[in-house]
């Protein structure tokens, strides 16, 4: 598999359009949770730190908006 950028977007209303939080960023895949910033149940975060824990190589560079 080659390397690829994952997006994790959280915004805390369901009205709130997060796909402007990656405008202009390219990513291959992105995770998308709609909670409240003290909701600690994040079903997308687990499933992307999942699917990080299986990638071989890895390099993180946090970008927030």
Sequence with gaps: ?????I???RV???DQNPE????GIQ??????DKASGKDTNR???EEM????RGCKNKF?????L
């Design 12 to 14: 805390s209303a369901f």
């Design 20 to 23: 402007r939080q990656l405008e």
């Design 43 to 45: 079903e997308q975060l």
């Design 49 to 52: 730190i999942s699917f990080f």
């Design 7 to 9: 997006g994790y977007i």
């Design 60 to 64: 993180v560079n946090p970008h927030c």
């Design 1 to 5: 598999m080659k390397g690829q950028r």
């Design 27 to 32: 990513v291959d895949r992105t995770y998308i």
